[in-house]
């Protein structure tokens, strides 16, 4: 299964960007999707995740607040909308699906898509 997470660029301190994260619709419809970030030398860390079904999302502190997933079902993709992006927000994006019904927690994701980076710069 394959996803596919596009949108990442350069954008200057307070910017925004918007990810998409296309996948096969049969992962889409029945699979929490998240979104996870990695930076330079750190490890991943979670950032958004929503449910498959009443849209309930959950937010790291980090980027609660600023960011906001969501899932458009009918075109198989997830967004992460990011606003007042800060150079600490640099990172490559991953989505990923999980078959659980919602979860933080990576090691739960089955799906992974390639990453898109996003660097912010001060």
């Known amino acids: 299964v394959q996803l596919q997470a596009s949108g990442g660029g350069l954008v200057q301190a307070g910017g925004s960007l918007r990810l998409s994260c296309a996948a096969p619709?049969?992962?889409?419809?029945?699979?929490?999707m998240g979104w996870f970030r990695q930076a330079p030398g750190k490890e991943r860390e979670f950032v958004a995740a929503?449910?498959?079904?009443?849209?309930?999302?959950y937010y790291a502190d980090s980027v609660k607040g600023r960011f906001t997933i969501s899932r458009d079902n009918a075109k198989n993709t997830v967004y992460l909308q990011m606003n007042s992006l800060k150079p600490e927000d640099t990172a490559v994006y991953y989505c990923?699906?999980?078959?659980?019904?919602?979860?933080?927690?990576?090691?739960?994701?089955?799906?992974w898509g390639q990453g898109t980076l996003v660097t912010v710069s001060s």
């Open positions: 619709g049969s992962i889409v419809v029945n699979h929490a």
């Open positions: 929503i449910s498959w079904s009443a849209g309930i999302t």
């Open positions: 990923a699906a999980t078959a659980a019904y919602f979860s933080s927690d990576a090691h739960q994701y089955d799906y």
